[in-house]
C-alpha cells in the first residue's frame, strides 16, 4: 500500500501569514493528489485536486503543487476562515488505491 | 439543494451488523460513483468502499473487504453500506461521499461532496 506523509502535523500561524504543507508518496503517484479541508464537527471539503486544479469556488489564496512523491499546499495570507485541519488523499491505479495522510492541524498563534 | 444525508448509525456489538443509508438530492445520483469514508480520532480518515454508478463496479478497503457490502438504489437515490461482522476497530464516523466520476474505469477517486456523517460505535 501506498502511504502518504503530511508534515507538519500541526502550525500555528497568524492572519495574514503564508503556510506550507508538505505531503510525500512513498512512491511514484503522478498528479493523482487532492487536498481538503475539515473544521471541526464538519465534513472534509476538496479544495484542490489533481495536485493542483483549485476546485470552482475555492478563493486562489489556496494553491497546490507537485507531482510523484512531493506535493505541497499553500495558503498565502491567511484568513480567520483558514483555521482548520488540511488532508492530503491520493488515488492511484485501478482498482482505486485510495488513502488519506493524517493530517494539519492550522492553529491561531 | 445538493445534499448528501446518512442514517443507520448507531451502537452495535463485536460480531454484530449494521446497515447505514445515504439519501442523495440535487444531482443526477445515478451517474456518478459514490463511496463512504470513516474518520476515527486515532485513525484519521479512511477510505472504506466504493460503487460505480450504473455499471457494476464496487471495491472494498482491506480492513473491511468481505465484512461490509456496497450497493445503491438509482431510483430512489441512495446509497448504502450493510456492515457485518462488526469489530471494535470499526468504531468511527461514516461520511457518504460523492466522486466526479461518471465513467469507470478511473483513478480519479476525488470527493467532492460529503454527507455530515454518521456514528457507529462498536462495544459490546
Known amino acids: 500500500a501506498i502511504r502518504l506523509t503530511q508534515s507538519p502535523s500541526s502550525i500555528s500561524a497568524s492572519p495574514g501569514d503564508r503556510v506550507t504543507i508538505t505531503c510525500r508518496a512513498s512512491?511514484?503517484?503522478?498528479?493523482?493528489l487532492a487536498w481538503y479541508q475539515q473544521k471541526p464537527g464538519k465534513a472534509p471539503q476538496l479544495l484542490i485536486y489533481?495536485?493542483?486544479t483549485l476546485r470552482s469556488g475555492v478563493p486562489s489564496r489556496f494553491s497546490g503543487s507537485g507531482s510523484g512523491t512531493d506535493f505541497t499546499l499553500t495558503i498565502t495570507s491567511l484568513q480567520s476562515e483558514d483555521f482548520a485541519t488540511y488532508y492530503c488523499?491520493?488515488?492511484?491505479?485501478?482498482?482505486?488505491?485510495?488513502?488519506f495522510g493524517g493530517g494539519t492541524k492550522v492553529e491561531i498563534k | 439543494e445538493v445534499q448528501l444525508l446518512e442514517s443507520g448509525g448507531g451502537m452495535a456489538p463485536p460480531g454484530g451488523s449494521l446497515t447505514l443509508s445515504c439519501a442523495a438530492s440535487?444531482?443526477?445520483?445515478?451517474?456518478?460513483?459514490m463511496a463512504w469514508v470513516r474518520q476515527t480520532p486515532g485513525k484519521g480518515l479512511e477510505w472504506v468502499s466504493g460503487?460505480?454508478?450504473?455499471?457494476?463496479?464496487?471495491f472494498y478497503a482491506d480492513s473491511v473487504r468481505g465484512r461490509f457490502t456496497i450497493s445503491r438504489d438509482n431510483s430512489d437515490s441512495k446509497l448504502f453500506l450493510q456492515m457485518d461482522s462488526l469489530r471494535d476497530e470499526d468504531t468511527a464516523v461514516y461520511y457518504c461521499?460523492?466522486?466526479?466520476?461518471?465513467?469507470?474505469?478511473?483513478?480519479?477517486?476525488?470527493?467532492?461532496?460529503w454527507g455530515r456523517g454518521t456514528l457507529v460505535t462498536v462495544s459490546s
Open positions: 440535487g444531482f443526477t445520483f445515478s451517474t456518478y460513483v
Open positions: 488523499q491520493l488515488s492511484y491505479n485501478y482498482p482505486p488505491e485510495v488513502s
Open positions: 461521499a460523492k466522486t466526479e466520476i461518471a465513467i469507470l474505469p478511473s483513478a480519479h477517486w476525488y470527493f467532492d461532496l
Open positions: 489533481s495536485a493542483s
Open positions: 460503487l460505480g454508478g450504473s455499471v457494476a463496479g464496487s
Open positions: 512512491q511514484h503517484i503522478s498528479n493523482f
